[in-house]
């Protein structure tokens, strides 16, 4: 997910050097007004320091899952950015390479004492060509749609989190069953033609992250769907959801929400085109409760949409 207001149309109004042996990167903004003394030095984040940029977005009420940044980080470590000046941690974008092909930017924050200087804009700039020549996509906040688009954004379609006490059904739409180590290559297989690059590490850690609950529909001997639901500041994100029906997308749902106390809240992020999706959330008792923008910068990798019932995470991907 992105949010701030200072993003740019083109790279060259901040000066970089690159420190190859250190992979850190020194950004250096522009005199005007609002503009800090001396310069920002953006490098890659350590997993800890990017635990407090995820605190920061908690704070911002993005609400990711409480193990996102060990599962996400190791992924593609050089493209997690700060922004430091002076030494202190001031603002944040991750670009993360998934593919040759494919990469996904998210986590775009300045820290609420830092913001309207400019450090968000050099920070952009200076992580934005880690991506090199790959499509980049991202989920922006509805109200900055129009300055993504200037820098060269198009918008694919809108995704919408609903929230809720999930609604307890009858009897199970079909049989599902718990993700073992064993499902590990054949989920990874059919994750590759639902997300726009292959993700098996990622899925590696995802699937037994602690606190994270998986499930998967075998049909035939295959794997048909499967689903997470992992713990956030605030209940619970279930995604992804993929599955090749409706009753698939239902029983997984329900089996992942299943031992959750009565008063848990579940927030789930569907693609407002998947019409099966928005009705499987709202048939559980789920309200929608803010809508974002999916975005990329070039072409996508085809990927098979109507399985998605639910994203992994707007931040990541």
């Known amino acids: 997910m992105t949010s701030p207001r200072e993003i740019p149309r ?39 320091e990017w635990r407090e940029v995820a605190r920061w977005a908690a704070d911002e009420g993005w609400n990711p899952g409480l193990g996102d940044t060990d599962c996400f980080h190791p992924t593609d470590p050089d493209g997690f950015f700060i922004g430091l000046l002076d030494g202190q941690l001031v603002s944040s974008v991750s670009v993360v390479n998934y593919s040759s092909r494919y990469a996904f930017l998210g986590y775009y924050l300045v820290h609420p004492d830092f913001r309207g200087r400019g450090l968000g804009l050099a920070t952009w700039r200076a992580a934005v060509p880690h991506a090199g020549e790959r499509t980049i996509g991202l989920d922006a906040v509805p ?21 809720g006490r999930p609604v307890r059904p009858g009897a199970p739409a079909a049989p599902v069953v ?13 994750d590759a033609e639902c997300f726009p690059a292959g993700r098996r590490p990622f899925l590696s850690r995802w699937l037994t992250a602690a606190g994270h609950r998986a499930y998967a529909q075998v049909r035939d001997g295959r794997i048909a769907g499967y689903g997470v639901i992992r713990p956030s500041r605030d209940g619970y994100r279930l995604g992804p959801l993929y599955a090749d029906t409706s009753r698939g997308a239902e029983a997984l749902f329900d089996a992942l929400t299943a031992p959750l106390g009565p008063d848990d809240t579940v927030l789930v992020d569907v693609p407002d085109p998947h019409h099966s999706a928005r009705s499987l959330a709202l048939s559980r008792g789920l309200v929608p409760d803010s809508h974002t923008m999916r975005m990329y910068t070039g072409p996508v990798p085809a990927t098979r949409a109507e399985r998605g019932y639910a994203v992994t995470s707007l931040e990541l991907g």
């Open 10 to 48: 083109q790279h060259p109004a901040t000066d970089t050097t690159a420190d190859a042996a250190h992979g850190t990167t020194t950004a250096t903004l522009a005199a005007g007004p609002g503009a800090p003394d001396g310069g920002l030095t953006v490098r890659p984040a350590t997993l800890e």
């Open 143 to 163: 109200e900055q749609e129009a300055t993504y688009r200037r820098s060269g954004f198009t918008t694919a379609y809108r995704t919408t989190r609903y929230r």
């Open 178 to 190: 718990p993700v073992t180590a064993g499902h590990l290559d054949e989920i990874a297989a059919y």
